[in-house]
Every structure is written in C-alpha cells, then in structure tokens.
C-alpha cells in the first residue's frame, strides 16, 4: 500500500530516479533484509540464485539434508562470484538441530533395538497394558512388539494433556502405562530418548555467527525448532522461492513407458556430450521402481550410481540370513531349501552335493520336511549319504534360529560357516562388505542388551533380521555415473538436468505424522501432521537447466491418480507417443526382426557391444553348425560302443524321428533335463506308482483267472495302498495331493481286471520290467517291457507285449505313418532269432480304463505295416547315423517342448 501510494505521488521521471538508487544500492547491501525481500519479490530466482545469495551474505546455510549441502557447496565453487568457500558454511538440518539438544556425558541415547529390548522386558514382565494388547490372545504379543517400539518416541507429546483429553480412557491408561515404564527404564539404565530433548540455546552459544535454514518449508520441524528457541536474531527461516509455473508434469500410461522414455531422454544427452554429473534422477516408490530402472538403463547403457542403497536383507550376503530363517519358518519346505541350497551369491563347499539332494528330491516328490517329528526327508530320499548330511544341516539351522544370545548366535554361525562353506566363506567376493556388515550388527545387538540388561532372548536371530531389515547399504562406486536419488531428497538437489518419476498422487506425499498411532476421529490438529508436498513441488520445478517431472496411471500393484497440485494448477501434459514412429532402440531391434527393414534409429552401446559379440559368434556361418550341417567323422566314432554299434531304444528311435539334432544333443553331448520344480501333480511319479502296483499285481498272481475278479480287486487295492506309501510315506506328497491321488486312482486301477478278462483271459504273466536288447550289426536294439503275457501256456510261443500309459497313448492305432515305435520294436525284441510269434501289442490307458490294441493276431495286416514301417525307419535311420546327418527338423509341434531349444540355431528354436 505504500509503494502504491508513493508511486501516485511522485513524478514519472523522480519515481524513476527512485527505482534507479534503489536497485544500485541493493547490489551492495547484501545483509539488509530489506533487501532480501525486494530481491526476491523483483526477480524470478532458481535454486542457484537462491542459495548463492545466502553464500553472498556470509550466512551459514543449512539445507535439508546433507547431501544437498555438499552438493551446494561444489556448485558454489565453480558458479559463485568467489569460486571458493569454506566447508563450514553449509551444514544439514540435523546437524543444525543437534547444536541445541542437551549433551548427556555419563548417559546414553535410545535407539531401534534398545526400545525393541524394552518392549520385550515389558511383555515378558506381564505388561499392565489392555488397549494395545489383548489379554485373550497371548501369541499376537510378539506381533504387536515393533507398532510399540516405534511409539516409544513419541510418547512425550501424546501424553501431554490437550492429546489426552480426547482419548478413550483405556487408550489414555496404556499410553500413561507406557511413558511412566519407558521413563523408569530410561532412568534405569542410563539412557536417555533423543526426541524428548527440548532444544535450547547453550550459555556458551557464539552469537556472531548468522544462520539461514534454507528450503525451511520443506523441513517438516524447521519452523517448531525456531519457536522453541525463542526465534532468535542469530536464525532465519527462508522458504523455498516461488515455484516455476512452466515446468509441467508429464502423465504417462504405465511405469514402463515412464521409465523407457526417460532412459531415452538421458542416452541422447549422454549422445550428445553432456556429462553424467549433469544429470541427476529421482523416483518414489523406490522399493519397487529402482530395480527396473536398474535394469532399464542396463539395457540402454546407461550407468547409473543408486545413492541410497537397498536393504541389507536384499544382497546376496545378506540374504543368507533371511534364507535360514526362510528354511526354518517353512519347515524345511523344498522351494526354501532350494533358495538356500542354490542361491551362486553363497560359497558353498559342496554344491553338486546341493544338486544331487534336489534332485533327489524332487525325483521322490519331497516337497516338504518338518521341525520335530517324522520328515520325508528321511524316510523317503533313498540315499543314506544325503539322508544324514541333511540332518546335519537341518539340525545347524535349527540350533541357529533358536539360539538366545549373542555370543551363542556368533559360534553357532561359525560352526555352520566352517562345516558347509569353502574355506575362505566371503572374503574377496562382491559380499565380504556386507557380511561383515551384519556381524557388526550382531555386536550392535548385543551392545544394546548389555545396555539394557538382557542376558538372552528366545529365538534372538529373528529379532537380528527385523533389526537387519531396516538397514540399508550401500556399495562404495567405483564408478561414476547417473546419480539417482529418492523422493523427496531429491527436490531440493540442482542439476543441469533433472529427472523426478512416478510423482502420482500417493508416492509424492510428504507427510510428517509424529502420532500417527492416534484414531482418526480425534481433531485433525492433534495429530501435528506437517505437509510438505506443496513445498517438495515448488523444489523439484526450479532450477538452472531442464526439468523433467512426470507420474504413471498405472502399474502393477493397480491403478494410480495424478497428484493434485498440478491437476489444481492445470500444468498436466499427457504423453502421446506416435505408435507409427519407432524412435526407441530396442524397439527397432524388434521391428528389424519382425521386418527386415532397418528403422532410422541410432542403436545404443550395449547393441552395439551385443551385435559385435554376436558377428563372431550366433550370427557368424559356421562348419560346426550341426543344425544345418553334417557332423564330422570323428564325431560319428564317438556315437558307438565300443563293439562299433549305435544304440537305439524305443525312446531314442522316437525322438530320432522328432528331430535328429535332439537325438544328437542327447546321446552325443550327453546333455539330460534336469527338473527342480516338484509340480503340483507329478505325472511322471504317479505314473511309476501305478506301474508299480500292476507289476506288483501280476507278479502275485501269474496266470490269470476270470472267476477270481473279486478277490484281484481286493488285492489291487491293498497294492494300492502299500505302493503308496513306498513312494509317498505315510502323509506325502501333501494331505490334499494324497486324497487326490487316491480319489482318482485308487478304483481305477481296478479297472483293468474287466479289461484282462476280454483279452488275456487264462493267460500267464512272465515277464515284468524286463530289459532285451538285439545286435543287428551295427545297431543295438533295446527296449523295456513292461509286461509280457504268454497266450498259450505253458508252450509260451504266442505272446502279447503290454505298455502301461497313466494318461492316453501316443498311438491308438497303427497308420501309414506312426508317431511312436515302441510296440514294433517290442515285438522286434522277442521275435528276433526267438520261435515266438507276437500275437498282440497293447497299450494299457489308465485314464480311458480300456486297451488299445495295434494287433491282435500274428497275420493282422496292422502287424505288417507296423513291421514294414520299422524296418524301413531302422534303414533309413542307419544311413542317417552313418553318414552323419543329424540335422534340425524344425516345426512348431516338437520346438515347442525340446530341451535343446537353446542350442539349436534354427527358426522355431529363436521364437
């Protein structure tokens, strides 16, 4: 008013006189605040003008965290007017506050694990508490023990008398409960708790020095610490300038698009010569977000330095810790076993060993053990040596997890270290650091209960990992790169170039709630909520270069909302990218592949790196290439036995006819499928069973007689039964996948008596899993069988061939062209240089509970086909082996399901 009113009296020309002196002698009065307020009313400022003019004014600056303080401080030296300035004059808000707190000489402070300790006492003592704890259910106590050591801090406040006043009277006793008992246990143990300290300024304060607490908005208990100390001369509180209404948010359709954009903007600068420290990134949701940006940008090459680290619990040296107690809490589950047992971040001695026992025991379906008691482990494996190495390490973990103490924690560790870890453990691996990190926290915890006077606690490992889980680390970079900061530390940061994601509705919140733990119905201003998102957005828009803020409406864990402040102030801008035009690197590789027109995109490092490796190598035209070429003469050698003859199996044969090159991969590489999953339903495992119980069956029973049906259910029953508790014990694979089992299975496998009556009527079992084999220079046939049955006993010269499928057969009749040989051969099998004739070869369907016969008699014309197409098959396969063509037959019907699919270089193999 004034201003105004000082203009409206003075002449145009005196007025500009005025304006004139005014401004000149702004430029020298730095100190004024008058002139600090003119300034900052006349011109627009950004985050370098901002804090340069406090550096101007001689000011100790006091920034929000300490990384912007440094940070400033290197941006001064190189921009400001005096290019130098003493470390001294920018510190971080804690740093600050902690002038004014009271020191304690002969008293400790209170931390996470001391309160943790004090809660445990509290409970252990029989705790007066009725509003937190509920009498009735003792076990949720220790659940409830980490929400009361986080209220511990807070306490103070919410016991003053207005908070009180408005509480339910049972909240109101527990809360006074907890102050008086935390206070008598402070006392008691000489420690004291950081945020009951009212701050003050010492008698010995230095009242020439002038300090500016900057971004003064953004710090949540900056204007409380400035009334608490009586706002003195020596403190300014300057609030973050007014933000810059051009920058506007970008809204992109999901994190992905957010993120991949992003990354694209940052590789054409880095194209374009701008340096890594130019650039600086932020993100909230960081425990979700940074690992694809991790690996995002690996896929750009782009190098980034994440500056705050993650989770002890999440590398891999820490993670063995979490795995232990995983294993335990799981009760030897096998998928926590194989986490454990596999995991290549730990240096085990033994790992084949690891292996062998996994494969085990999935081959037995173990799916789980147990703590006490019967384990499957034990009774079912089959293999002494792994059984009793298995309780060995079953009963390390055990001893483990349940130890009390420290030092007991410490050797029992140590023993387990010593028995199942090379001799070196972590030393001179990527983990080293971090391990040792986690024993110094094992002397952290044991430091507290010494302080405490705690001499044990149940199971004190699991309270090590809650202790673990809320601290972070972070690698030493040797590297430089991309800094990337979290939300909201990064608001106040300056850089060239500025990237801030996800900025949604939700993640962009910044709200201090010191007693959150109070009910919501209760007046708002009691719960001293301080927001300070406005203040954290006015940040984030200044600055010296280009800023780029933007958000996603979507990701995995569901739909997101766009934060208010730029919905309010119309600054929101919908990302369109053109679906016509490909501008993104990797998605031109994909173009190229699908079209073969190379787009007009600039390929990144990595594809350059990735093309140059692959010219030597996948794309080079090589002679060894046995999808596409013949294999060498000393390679066919290495195909025979040591008689000169290749061996073939029904099973081999087969898969010959699918595709010679798996065949190759198979019995030239020896290369096996290995299985680590145990699947719901093992098919395979169920299969054997039942192929144990007829074996089982007929073996008994040998000449079958249609009058006795009733009691041959009764016996396959009781097979059934006894088989199955071989292969499962006596509660495997699960209760329910048990039931299951014996619900679809058990009347089934009676089925085949009606079935045996129509065909085998008074035949005579004689053979069962027997293994033939016949020399047919230079092939040697083998084969399995799983049941022969004579037709005529006791002369055994007609017999029939029988195959037991859990599911339906591959053939279901003889045809031009047969997808599976395995009866032919059979036949081949028994008949060759043998007076025995082949009369039937059945395959038995338990699923469908009916035969299905290829033959039924010696001269079926089917006999004859079949015989017909394996002679000529045998021939053709011959001069195929001889002649080394053993290349890929590709197709969609048998790449789909080939193990060898990462070997073979062919078309269905790069889908």
């Excluded at 060498?632 to 290495?638: G, H, M, Q």
């Excluded at 006999?863 to 396969?877: F, N, P």
Aim: with cysteine; aromatic share 12%.
């Amino acid at each position: 008013m004034a201003r105004a009113m000082l203009k409206a009296e003075f002449p145009a020309s005196l007025s500009f006189c005025i304006k004139f002196l005014l401004g000149f002698s702004m430029t020298y009065a730095h100190r004024t605040h008058k002139h600090d307020i003119l300034q900052r009313m006349s011109l627009p400022q950004t985050k370098r003008s901002y804090v340069h003019q406090a550096f101007d004014q001689g000011l100790i600056c006091v920034f929000p965290t300490e990384v912007a303080a440094r940070s400033y401080l290197v941006d001064y030296a190189l921009h400001g007017k005096n290019h130098a300035i003493l470390a001294e004059r920018a510190i971080s808000y804690d740093t600050f506050r902690g002038y004014f707190l009271p020191h304690h000489e002969t008293m400790a402070p209170a931390n996470s694990l001391t309160r943790q300790l004090f809660i445990h006492q509290l409970l252990e003592s029989g705790s007066l508490l009725r509003y937190f704890l509920n009498p009735t259910y003792p076990e949720m106590n220790n659940r409830v023990k980490g929400y009361l050591a986080k209220l511990l801090p807070s306490l103070r406040d919410a016991c003053e008398e207005e908070v009180l006043s408005n509480l339910d009277s049972a909240m109101q006793t527990d809360l006074l409960v907890l102050y008086g008992q935390y206070q008598q246990f402070l006392d008691e143990h000489q420690l004291f708790e950081p945020r009951y300290e009212r701050p003050s300024i010492p008698g010995d304060w230095d009242n020439s020095k002038a300090y500016c607490i900057l971004f003064s908005d953004t710090s949540p208990e900056a204007a409380s610490l400035y009334d608490q100390l009586g706002r003195p001369s020596f403190m300014e509180l300057r609030p973050s300038p007014e933000e810059d209404s051009s920058v506007f948010l970008e809204v992109f359709p999901n994190h992905l698009v957010e993120i991949k954009q992003t990354l694209k903007r940052v590789r054409e600068l880095l194209d374009a010569g701008v340096e890594t420290h130019q650039i600086v990134i932020g993100s909230t949701a960081a425990e979700i977000l940074m690992d694809v940006l991790r690996e995002e940008a690996m896929l750009y090459g782009i190098p980034l330095t994440i500056r705050e680290g993650k989770s002890v619990l999440a590398y891999s040296s820490g993670r063995f810790f979490s795995l232990l107690q995983e294993v335990y809490d799981e009760q030897f589950s096998l998928e926590s076993l194989k986490s454990l047992l596999l995991d290549p971040g730990i240096p085990w001695a033994e790992g084949e060993k690891h292996r062998r026992f996994i494969k085990r025991a999935v081959g037995q379906s173990v799916m789980h053990g147990s703590l006490y008691g019967e384990d499957q482990y034990s009774s079912l494996l089959g293999d002494g040596v792994l059984q009793r190495w298995y309780e060995g390490l079953k009963q390390s973990i055990i001893a483990i997890v349940q130890a009390e103490d420290i030092e007991d924690l410490r050797r029992k560790i140590n023993h387990f270290q010593d028995t199942y870890f090379i001799p070196t453990q972590w030393v001179d691996t990527p983990g080293e650091d971090v391990y040792a990190f986690c024993l110094d926290a094992m002397a952290q915890v044991k430091d507290a209960m010494e302080k405490t006077g705690i001499t044990s606690y149940p199971r004190i490992f699991s309270f090590l990992l809650s202790f673990l889980q809320n601290k972070r680390y972070v690698f030493q970079q040797k590297n430089e790169g991309i800094a990337v900061y979290r939300w909201p530390q990064v608001s106040a940061l300056s850089a060239d170039y500025l990237f801030i994601l996800a900025l949604d509705q939700e993640g962009s919140r910044c709200i201090e709630r010191p007693l959150e733990f109070l009910p919501q119905q209760i007046e708002k201003a009691l719960h001293r909520e301080v927001d300070t998102t406005d203040a954290q957005f006015r940040c984030a828009t200044l600055g010296e270069g280009k800023r780029f803020l933007s958000c996603h409406m979507r990701r995995y864990e569901g739909e997101l909302m766009v934060p208010s402040h730029f919905l309010q102030h119309n600054r929101l801008t919908m990302y369109e990218g053109d679906p016509n035009v490909i501008t993104d690197p990797l998605a031109a590789e994909l173009f190229l592949y699908k079209h073969a027109v190379l787009p007009d995109v600039k390929a990144t490092a990595s594809q350059k790196n990735w093309f140059l490796a692959a010219k030597k190598t996948v794309l080079s035209e090589r002679a060894d290439d046995y999808t596409r070429h013949t294999i060498k003469p000393d390679l066919i050698a290495r195909l025979k036995d040591e008689q000169g003859r290749f061996h073939f199996s029904p099973t081999g044969i087969d898969q010959f006819d699918h595709c010679p090159y798996a065949w190759l991969a198979r019995y030239l590489y020896g290369l096996t499928t290995e299985e680590y999953e145990v699947q719901p339903v093992d098919h395979q495992r169920i299969g054997m069973f039942l192929h144990s119980v007829y074996q089982r069956f007929f073996s008994e029973i040998r000449d079958y007689d249609p009058k006795q049906i009733e009691m041959y259910q009764e016996r396959l029953y009781a097979l059934f039964d006894e088989c199955l508790v071989s292969y499962y014990g006596q509660r495997g694979p699960s209760p329910s996948m048990r039931s299951w089992i014996i619900a679809s299975y058990k009347e089934k496998v009676a089925s085949i008596l009606d079935c045996e009556a129509a065909l085998f009527a008074h035949g005579r079992s004689i053979a069962f899993e027997v293994k033939y084999e016949v020399a047919q220079y230079p092939l040697l046939i083998n084969g399995r069988i799983d049941r022969v049955v004579s037709l005529n006993p006791p002369g055994n010269t007609r017999l029939a061939v029988i195959d037991y499928k859990k599911g339906v057969p591959e053939v279901k009749r003889a045809s031009e062209h047969l997808e599976s040989f395995q009866l032919p051969i059979y036949r081949f099998l028994l008949t060759h240089d043998s007076d025995v004739s082949v009369a039937n070869a059945s395959y038995y369907s338990v699923k469908d509970e009916k035969y299905y016969t290829l033959w039924a008699h010696e001269d079926d014309p089917s006999a004859l086909l079949c015989e017909e197409q394996l002679q000529q098959r045998l021939e053709s396969l011959l001069d195929a082996v001889q002649g080394g063509h053993l290349m890929a037959t590709p197709s969609k019907k048998h790449c789909g399901t080939c193990p060898y699919r990462s070997l073979c270089r062919r078309r269905y193999a790069t889908l």
